[in-house]
């Protein structure tokens, strides 16, 4: 009796045991294979055109110091309106200078809100660092850099002691994401074009091994899961080659546990809306997608200003002016 029940426990465990063999195989192969393309891809420079502004002589003029002693230029635009409302720290999208906050944040200044950008090290007039080579991905110096500003806000004399929003975009909303989501001073987050390392690049290592491998067998038998796993190990191979880390986005989402309204291009063709969707999924707390018809990647504002403008308004008024008016529970 148990001589057949060890055959039948045997024959069970093979198909299993296969299935490991295959997928160990497989993933050996495309790691000797398409890694080198998948390094090579993950560092290439998206082309955009990047929007920049100019100096506002109305504006303070703000120099703070990194934990590595390197200079972040930033500028404080305080409100027009005859009250505070609240402070937001703006992010800046990749390659913009400090001055690109007026923009997207007019109305906010006019609403009754202060704004601060920070330009992060080796991006406009900031001190650049000889040993780290920006890229779109959100790195631990990128968090580093954002976490001063936040100490700054905190430090100023004229500081909101209830806390401060986020308004960041693409690379800057990833970043204010990942901030937010340790720092409960930050009390809500407002993103356009925001991305995630991992939910932005299983979906390109699919295409990209469609495009680099005519075996049809082999792309069909491999899971979302196994790409994200080869992907994975190919971060973490350049990461070690720049010398830098690349913090989950997507984890951050997860605990982020406050307001969140992330704002998308619905025509998008960099991050796509499902790669978009795919990252709200795993956002926690109260939360809003708001996809944009007809808007490009960090084009949103320039398709639909007034409604932009109003949603973005009516957020921070709901969750940073209207929670900060609140009288605290005894």
């Excluded at 055109?49 to 990194?66: F, I, K, M």
């Excluded at 409100?79 to 944040?105: D, H, K, M």
């Excluded at 906010?108 to 090290?121: H, K, N, T």
């Excluded at 075996?215 to 069909?220: A, D, E, K, V």
Aim: aromatic fraction near 10%; charge should be positive; proline fraction near 6%.
């Amino acid at each position: 009796m148990v001589f057949w029940l060890w055959i039948v426990i045997s024959v069970l465990a093979v198909p299993p045991i296969a299935v490991g063999l295959v997928l160990a195989v497989t993933y050996l192969y495309v790691r000797w294979k398409y890694m080198g393309f998948l390094t090579r891809i993950f560092q290439e420079k998206p082309l955009f055109v990047v929007p920049r502004g100019e100096p506002d002589p109305s504006a303070e003029e703000v120099t703070l110091s990194a934990p590595d002693g390197l200079a972040l230029r930033g500028c404080y635009l305080s409100t027009t309106a005859p009250q505070r409302r609240g402070v937001i720290l703006f992010g800046l999208e990749f390659g913009s200078n400090r001055w690109a906050c007026r923009q997207y944040c007019q109305a906010l200044i006019e609403a009754g809100y202060d704004v601060f950008a920070v330009e992060p090290r080796n991006q406009g007039d900031s001190d650049r660092d000889p040993n780290y080579e920006p890229l779109q991905w959100v790195t631990d110096r990128d968090a580093a850099d954002m976490r001063t500003a936040v100490a700054y806000l905190r430090a100023r004399s004229d500081a909101d002691p209830s806390g401060i929003g986020i308004f960041g975009i693409s690379k800057g909303g990833s970043t204010g994401v990942l901030i937010a989501s340790t720092d409960p001073w930050v009390k809500c987050v407002v993103t356009d074009g925001m991305y995630g390392t991992h939910t932005t690049l299983v979906p390109y290592m699919q295409r990209w091994i469609q495009i680099y491998s005519g075996n049809r067998r082999l792309q069909r038998v491999m899971p979302s899961w196994f790409y994200g796993m080869v992907g994975n190990v190919g971060v973490k191979r350049v990461a070690r080659n720049r010398g830098v880390t690349y913090p989950s986005v997507e984890k951050a989402a997860a605990r982020l546990n406050r307001p969140l309204l992330m704002i998308h291009g619905a025509g998008d063709t960099y991050i796509k809306p499902e790669m978009a969707e795919s990252l709200f999924a795993r956002a926690s707390g109260a939360k809003t997608l708001w996809l944009v018809p007809n808007a490009k990647h960090n084009q949103a504002l320039h398709v639909a200003a007034e409604e932009y403008n109003r949603a973005v308004v009516e957020f921070f008024d709901r969750h940073l002016a209207q929670e900060a008016a609140e009288p605290m529970p005894v």
